[in-house]
């Protein structure tokens, strides 16, 4: 059971357009959501994160909505730098519960920003 | 350190030997936990340690798989005889559970498992 989908494993964009990655979620007691990013032979690093009781976070290029009726949530990165070329993860978390602290990743979306 | 710190980087085993992966976790964080990624697949949870609770071993494929942490900080994730479908990146992660901004994890590099 997939709680957690990413459905594009890959997005190719030109430098200086937006990036759009999209990530679906089943279940509703996830109450918080995480971007990683992966480069090949290092471990993902936190990118950005938001709460269910908002629906937009910024910071800098990085910008991820969260709607909650549709359980969908959307990094957006703009403008998009060749630099950003790696495999990004959704994850969430229900932070009441046993399962505090534990966060469910997505199957990964690769995006390749050509120069 | 700095950073959480995987060893070995890199393991190739034959089938049916046992395995140990190591993890040392932020100082200072109470949380660890690890995942791996198999080919084309996603982060997949295995098991997660928070402070001196009871660990959550929910998501460990089979009883071949076992993980302790000693003194509440280095983890050692145990494999007992490795078949070829164990073959993935078993990474390591911690976290402060509570009042870090981005509620997020640290991950180390990882260990790449080849079950040859």
């Known amino acids: 059971d997939q709680q957690v989908k990413q459905n594009s494993p890959s997005l190719s964009v030109q430098e200086g357009r937006i990036s759009i990655l999209n990530c679906d979620y089943t279940?509703?007691?996830?109450?918080?959501f995480l971007w990683y990013k992966k480069y090949p032979a290092e471990g993902p690093t936190f990118l950005i994160s938001?709460?269910?009781?908002?629906d937009k976070n910024e910071d800098g290029r990085f910008t991820v909505f969260l709607n909650k009726s549709a359980k969908h949530l959307s990094l957006h990165i703009v403008p998009s730098q060749p630099g950003d070329s790696a495999v990004y993860f959704c994850?969430?978390?229900?932070?009441?519960?046993?399962?505090?602290?534990?966060?469910?990743f997505g199957q990964g979306t690769i995006l390749t920003v050509h120069p | 350190g700095a950073g959480v710190s995987q060893s070995p980087s890199n393991k190739v085993t034959e089938k049916g030997k046992d395995v140990e992966l190591r993890c040392d976790p932020i100082?200072?964080?109470?949380?660890l936990y690890w995942y791996r990624q198999s080919l084309g697949q996603g982060l997949e949870f295995l098991i997660y340690?928070?402070?001196?609770?009871?660990?959550?071993k929910s998501g460990l494929p089979s009883d071949r798989f076992s993980a302790e942490r000693t003194g509440g900080s280095v983890s050692t994730l145990t494999i007992q005889r490795t078949q070829q479908e164990d073959s993935a990146v078993y990474l390591c992660?911690?976290?402060?559970?509570?009042?870090?901004?981005?509620?997020?994890?640290?991950f180390g590099s990882g260990t790449r498992l080849t079950v040859v």
């Open positions: 938001i709460s269910s009781i908002k």
């Open positions: 279940n509703s007691m996830f109450d918080y």
């Open positions: 340690f928070q402070g001196n609770s009871a660990p959550d």
């Open positions: 992660a911690s976290s402060f559970l509570q009042g870090a901004p981005s509620y997020g994890y640290t």
């Open positions: 994850a969430a978390s229900a932070r009441g519960g046993t399962s505090y602290g534990k966060l469910t």
């Open positions: 100082s200072g964080h109470t949380a």
